[in-house]
């Protein structure tokens, strides 16, 4: 197929619209591509007026995705256990059978716990329009979904999102926001408390680690674009993933993470244990020495630890190999670095998408240890809700799925901009140290937003 500007394909795709004829469709989702020419991705979902918008930003910088609209999701407002979650998404394998059908979505740090409206406990949306790069590839790609409902209606739909589409326009500049007042929940005082009680020695025989995380909201007198800030922290830390859900005008999640949950091709999965934090030296020998002194120094050595053995225990009943012995080595941001360690494992032939999102969500990367101890102290003392932050972030296709952690996120609504850093207490944790961790790793998107 040639390769065509967007409007071109816009239009080749409504001419096979009409042509289609669904009763010979046997597959329970149709997708239709079209090669395109070059196009700045953000900047085009940034201008179109549909809903929902997301965005997804490998690590790797070798492939993007813009998503707009729905023809399909899984949603889960208010409750979900984890036998609805298996059964759907074995209802959903059918759906994937073309290789380039992707569900793109999040499922809440706390499942169990009250999260975001439109966000939900979980949600996944199969988009009606994709826009998406591979190395230097482009491509549009329309969804029909036929598996329930009335194909022509289906079908109109499709042919009105190809009608609403509007060309992209340059996003606009990013401008500073005035921050009208700031408040950290926890505040400092109660943060330091709950740190105490942490490290408290019999409860920390128990539960040797546990991620406390503060939300920090801004009250703004103009909340910023949020595809023009994400853009802005793209290019402040290109290694790291980017992504951004926004459901409705009013609310939007943008995350720039360097942390990965996993990525699975086929039978492969490459995941990760991140975890131990120090900042940026001023100068190269600086920079060097700050990382040298990370990776002798035993509280965080030990935070690291704590994730890849947990996620090796995690990963060894689903795997016929497990290899988490990489040499640790350092992860640099523009504010930060951090100790990091590649785990990779050969999965079993049965494995899916949800058994490993299941098993590895939360990582005592974001939770602690043990699992199910840290997060009750969560539930108990942190004092908010976490929604998606911390949460796994990503999207399932047949071949290939990846999930971020969602943190080093955002989420902007009418006049407010939530912010939400964590950081992994055991012992040894100083409250003092841990808070600035904090204060450190919201640096990036803070000197985006405010004057700083
Ligand atoms: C929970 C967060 O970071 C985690 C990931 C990397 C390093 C961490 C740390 O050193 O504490 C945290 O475990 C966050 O940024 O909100
Ligand atoms: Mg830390």
Excluded at 375 to 404: K, P, T
């Amino acid at each position: 197929m040639s390769v065509t500007s967007l409007s071109q394909a816009v239009k080749s795709l409504q001419q096979r619209l009409t042509e289609l004829t669904l009763s010979e469709v046997q597959a329970p989702v149709l997708q239709l591509k079209q090669p395109i020419d070059t196009l700045p991705l953000m900047a085009w979902l940034a201008t179109q007026h549909s809903f929902p918008k997301i965005y997804w930003h490998g690590r790797n910088n070798d492939e993007e995705a813009a998503a707009i609209g729905s023809c399909h999701q899984f949603f889960f407002e208010q409750t979900v256990t984890d036998e609805q979650l298996a059964s759907v998404y074995q209802q959903q394998l059918s759906c994937l059978a073309e290789p380039d059908i992707r569900y793109y979505g999040g499922i809440a740090f706390d499942r169990r716990e009250a999260s975001w409206p439109e966000f939900g406990r979980v949600r996944f949306i199969l988009p009606r329009l994709e826009l998406r790069r591979q190395d230097e590839h482009y491509q549009l790609l329309l969804n029909l979904y036929l598996a329930e409902g009335d194909a022509q209606y289906e079908l109109a739909r499709a042919r009105d999102a190809l009608q609403a589409l509007v060309p992209a326009a340059p996003l606009a500049p990013p401008r500073k926001t005035e921050v009208l007042e700031r408040r950290d929940t926890p505040n400092q005082q109660r943060w330091q408390q709950l740190v105490s009680m942490v490290t408290e020695p019999q409860f920390n025989a128990d539960t040797p680690k546990v991620v406390l995380s503060r939300h920090t909201q801004l009250k703004v007198a103009d909340a910023p674009d949020p595809w023009t800030v994400l853009a802005s922290w793209q290019g402040r830390n290109p290694n790291s993933f980017q992504f951004g859900f926004q459901f409705s005008p009013e609310r939007s999640f943008i995350s720039c993470t360097p942390e990965r949950l996993f990525q699975r091709h086929e039978h492969e999965l490459k995941t990760e244990a991140l975890a131990g934090t120090t900042v940026r030296g001023m100068t190269a020998a600086e920079d060097q020495l700050l990382a040298q002194q990370l990776l002798d120094d035993a509280k965080n050595s030990v935070e690291n630890q704590f994730v890849r053995t947990h996620i090796v225990n995690e990963l060894n009943p689903l795997s016929d190999e497990v290899d988490g012995n990489a040499p640790l080595a350092i992860f640099k941001l523009n504010h930060i670095q951090h100790l990091h360690r590649i785990i990779r494992a050969k999965l079993k032939h049965n494995v899916n998408d949800f058994q490993l999102l299941q098993a590895m969500h939360p990582t005592p990367a974001v939770g602690g240890l043990p699992k199910q101890s840290a997060m009750d102290f969560i539930r108990e003392y942190e004092g908010y809700n976490r929604g998606w932050y911390a949460g796994a972030c990503g999207y399932l296709s047949r071949h290939v799925s990846e999930f971020a952690v969602a943190i080093r996120s955002a989420l902007l609504e009418p006049g407010t901009i939530n912010l939400f850093a964590g950081a992994g207490i055991l012992a040894g944790s100083d409250p003092q140290s841990e808070w600035q961790e904090l204060e450190n790793k919201l640096a990036t998107i803070m000197s985006i937003l405010v004057d700083f």
